[in-house]
C-alpha cells in the first residue's frame, strides 16, 4: 500500500546555487545536508508539507548522479513513495512483469529500507520505495510523557516539548519555541549551555491542535532526530 510521495530527488550541478532558488526564492526550509559516500552524492533536505524535496550533488565523477546529469542535464531524478510494508509491494510488482532494479530492499538512510524499480518500469521516471520503521504502527492516544507539537491561536505559536499535564483548563508542557529546537538540539550536543526547556502552561482558549511528535513518512520526528545527533534521548536530557 502506498502511503504517499516520500521525497523528490532531483539531481543539481551545484547544491548552493541551486537552493537560491528552492530555498531563497520558493521559500522551502533547508533542514539539512548529508553527504553519502557510497552513492557519490551530496543531499540537501527540504520539507514540504509531508514530503520533501531533495537535491543530490554528485561528489564523485563516477556516481550515479553525475551519470545522470552527463546523460540528460539537470532535472528529477527519482520519485519515492512511501510504502507501509516495502516487501509485498515489491513482490506483487515482481509477479505483475514490473522491471526491478531491487527484488529484495536494501538499508537505506535513517533505518529505513528502499528499493528502486527499473526506469523503463514507468517511461523513463526512476522510482523508489521507502519502508520506514514506525510510521505506521504508532498508538494514537496522547498521554503525559510523550513528545508533543502544540499549535496555539492568539498570538499563533508553535511549541515543541513532553506533555506533562493536560486537563480542562489547560495544557503544560515542558518544552520550547519549536524555532528554538535545532538551537536546543545543538547545544546540548556541543554540550553547551543557553536556552533551557521550561515548563509551560497554556489555556484551553488558545489551543488549536495537539499533536503527536511522531514524524511523517518523509520526515522523522524530531525527537527521533535529536537521539541521532546528540545520542541521548529529550527524556533523559529534561530529566
Ligand atoms: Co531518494
Do not use: C
Not at 504502527?137 to 511549541?159: H, N
Not at 499533536?211 to 541521548?232: I, M, N, Q, W
Request: no cysteine.
Amino acid at each position: 500500500m502506498i502511503v504517499g510521495i516520500d521525497h523528490i530527488g532531483i539531481a543539481v550541478r551545484n547544491l548552493e546555487e541551486r537552493l537560491r532558488f528552492w530555498r531563497d526564492a520558493l521559500g522551502l526550509r533547508l533542514a539539512g545536508t548529508e553527504s553519502v559516500e557510497s552513492e557519490g552524492v551530496r543531499v540537501a533536505f527540504l520539507p514540504a508539507g509531508e514530503t520533501r524535496v531533495e537535491l543530490l550533488e554528485a561528489s564523485r565523477d563516477d556516481s550515479p548522479v553525475a551519470k545522470f546529469i552527463g546523460k540528460r542535464g539537470e532535472g528529477i531524478h527519482h520519485v519515492t513513495f512511501a510504502v507501509a510494508s516495502i516487501q509485498p509491494v515489491l513482490d506483487r510488482l515482481k509477479a505483475a512483469g514490473v522491471p526491478l532494479l531491487d527484488e529484495t530492499p536494501r538499508e537505506g538512510a535513517e533505518g529505513t529500507r528502499v528499493a528502486f524499480l527499473h526506469p523503463a518500469a514507468a517511461g523513463g521516471v526512476l522510482v523508489e520505495l521507502v519502508e520506514r520503521a514506525g510510521v505506521a504502527a504508532r498508538p494514537a492516544g496522547i498521554a503525559p510523557g510523550d513528545a508533543v507539537l502544540l499549535y496555539l491561536r492568539d498570538p499563533q505559536e508553535k511549541i515543541w516539548g513532553v506533555l506533562r499535564e493536560r486537563d480542562a483548563a489547560g495544557i503544560t508542557i515542558e518544552g520550547m519555541d519549536l524555532a528554538s529546537f535545532d538551537a536546543w538540539m545543538s547545544q546540548v550536543e556541543r554540550g553547551e549551555d543557553g536556552i533551557v526547556p521550561s515548563l509551560l502552561f497554556f489555556p484551553m482558549s488558545r489551543v488549536e491542535r495537539l499533536l503527536l511528535d511522531r514524524g511523517t513518512p518523509s520526515l522523522p520526528a524530531l525527537s527521533e532526530g535529536f537521539v541521532r545527533r546528540t545520542g541521548r534521548t529529550v527524556r533523559d536530557v529534561l530529566g
